[in-house]
Structures are given as C-alpha cells and as structure tokens.
C-alpha cells in the first residue's frame, strides 16, 4: 500500500476518535441511514483530502468549519473546488449552526439529497 495513503487513512481514523462536539452532534443524526435513507461516513478520504462527512450514493460532502476557517478561506475554496471536480456537492457549515439549530443543518442537508445531483458519480461494480 503507497505509504501516504496508509498515512491518510490513519489521519482519518485519529480524525473519527477525536471528533469536535459538533461533528459528534451531526454524526449522531447522519449515522444508520436516519437522515433520507442517505449512507454518510464520516472522516471519509477523498483523494489526499478528508472530508467531514460524506454520501457517496449521492455525492454529497459536507464540511463543518470552526472559526479556525475564516483565517483559511483560500485553503477551504481549494478544498471543495477539489471536491467538486472529483464529482462531489459540498456543503460547507459552521460549527455554532449545528450546535444553535441542528434541525435547520439536517434540513439544509434533506434538501441537497433531494434535489439530484447533475453529475452523478458512475457506480462501481
């Protein structure tokens, strides 16, 4: 296995161990299919990025940001012009959203699974 792949997934795993209370909040409605009967993974790799959550079947990734991102914009746009160019939606939200009003991230999210992405991602057999 290429070693930096190796790295990422172990980044990814630490990453799933120590999550923000946030992260852990909108985990516990994503998990199990609860959320429009979407499969969501969280701390999920995507080429040498880790994405926050994300639904493959839908190709949607959705990031929380903390107010560490207002001083990384440039990064983060570089981020989800990536993500976007590998077949992906994202949707970017802050941290205090989930922790303020959770129901309206969740509907944020049901209204993204909703509306078919225009590029969907070719299954794999």
């Not at 930096?4 to 172990?10: E, G, I, K, M, T």
């Not at 493959?56 to 990384?72: F, K, P, R, S």
Request: overall charge neutral.
């Amino acid at each position: 296995m290429d070693r930096s792949v190796s790295r990422l997934r172990d980044r990814a795993r630490q990453l799933r161990h120590n999550q923000t209370e946030a992260e852990q909040r909108l985990w516990t409605r994503l998990r199990a299919r609860q959320l429009c009967g979407a499969k969501f993974r969280r701390q999920h790799p995507i080429g040498h990025f880790i994405a926050d959550f994300c639904c493959v079947e839908y190709g949607l990734v959705v990031e929380l940001d903390g107010g560490h991102h207002a001083q990384q914009v440039e990064g983060d746009q570089r981020r989800s012009a990536f993500l976007e160019r590998s077949g992906y939606r994202v949707l970017r939200c802050w941290d205090n959203e989930v922790m303020e009003d959770i129901e309206a991230v969740l509907e944020q999210i049901a209204a993204v699974l909703s509306d078919p992405h225009p590029n969907p991602l070719t299954k794999v057999l």
